[in-house]
């Protein structure tokens, strides 16, 4: 509901007509009685003597008439100052405004009779210079990464093309130092495909702000998919996905938006899991939201980087070099998804076990 910034201003408008106007009516009443039961006869002969008898008598004859006309000057008058003073004060409002476009700390200032519309536009000027700030790290966080992406492509890529070099250049090698050198670049290659894949991360990241197109999904169906694909690279550390999930489950996404995001989830669960555990995924409904609940075993995350896990480019490995550290866009990409479908989505994680919690807007399907 918006706010109404001007009622307090109002009835302060209101309490200055009426201060005004009874002064003056109690100051022309005082006067009339005062004038016509005490000193009648000496004002009329002081207007006789200063405008003649003629506007003396027309004065005398219409007394009331010219109390009403006064009382009309009176009215206008009150209406006069008031609209002045009211804009002299949407004048001081206009004037602070500009402030409000200023990058620096300086406060809006207005009457107390605009309290809220003050501390509003405080709040709005903080937030704007608060996303101001973020959007510019952001952007140079960005360009940080796809320096970083750059730079250590060449490393892996000048790798595979030497071996590449010297297993066509050297026909009769030794077929153990073959095979080795075929692993080699085959390490190599596979290092210089994930580093293009966090290139692709990155271009996804403009991507998720596309409209979305919201279906009826089978969610079961959907995370039996995912499980599959993910078994080449879960089967590695002996992991396995387990799902808790009814047949008749249906939430109202877009499907290849929730898969990105489940996919993000998965890929953080299988990197910061324990060898020979089990990456739970279950689902259930409250009366607001389908909660799509996702439980991996690994190290305990600290409370400080579960704060800003959803952030951008952040990574919980510090290294860039991590073998596990991706483009740390992964969980804030499945955010704002998340959110692009006026949903929520919640971290945690206490004694070796980290929970993901997607809630999905519940719908009639």
């Not at 993910?230 to 109202?252: A, C, G, R």
Request: glycine share 2%; with cysteine.
């Amino acid at each position: 509901m918006n706010k109404d910034y001007t009622r307090k201003f109002q009835k302060e408008i209101v309490k200055i007509h009426i201060m005004i106007t009874a002064s003056c009516f109690v100051f022309i009443l005082l006067f009339y009685f005062f004038m016509d039961y005490f000193y009648n006869g000496a004002f009329i002969n002081s207007l006789q003597e200063f405008f003649g008898w003629d506007f003396a008598h027309f004065a005398l004859k219409n007394q009331k008439t010219i109390i009403f006309m006064i009382i009309i000057f009176v009215v206008l008058l009150n209406s006069l100052i008031v609209e002045i003073y009211a804009i002299q004060k949407i004048s001081r409002v206009f004037s602070q405004i500009k402030i409000l476009f200023q990058k620096d700390q300086q406060r809006i200032v207005l009457d107390d009779s605009l309290y809220e519309l003050e501390n509003d536009l405080n709040e709005l000027k903080r937030q704007s210079i608060e996303n101001e700030k973020k959007a510019i790290d952001e952007v140079q966080h960005k360009v940080d990464m796809i320096a970083y992406l750059a730079h250590d492509i060449k490393t892996p890529l000048a790798s595979v093309i030497g071996y590449l070099c010297l297993l066509d250049e050297t026909p009769h090698l030794p077929e153990d130092l073959r095979h080795q050198y075929t692993h080699i670049t085959l390490e190599k290659a596979y290092r210089l495909e994930k580093l293009i894949n966090e290139f692709f991360d990155i271009a996804k990241l403009n991507q998720t702000y596309s409209p979305i197109h919201k279906e009826k999904v089978h969610l079961l169906y959907l995370l039996e998919q995912m499980k599959e694909e993910f078994y080449p690279l879960t089967s590695q550390k002996n992991q396995t996905i387990e799902l808790d999930v009814s047949e008749d489950f249906f939430i109202y996404a877009d499907a290849q938006k929730i898969a990105r995001v489940f996919n993000n989830i998965l890929k953080n669960a299988f990197h910061y899991s324990y060898d020979n555990s089990v990456i739970s995924i279950r689902a259930y409904q409250d009366e607001t939201y389908d909660h799509i609940v996702f439980q991996n075993h690994g190290d305990t995350i600290p409370p400080d980087k579960i704060q800003n896990i959803f952030k951008q480019f952040y990574r919980l490995d510090e290294s860039r070099n991590s073998q596990t550290g991706g483009s740390g866009l992964g969980l804030s990409i499945a955010k704002m998804i998340v959110e692009q479908h006026h949903g929520l989505i919640k971290a945690t994680s206490e004694n070796q076990q980290t929970t993901f919690d997607v809630m999905l807007p519940r719908h009639e399907l």
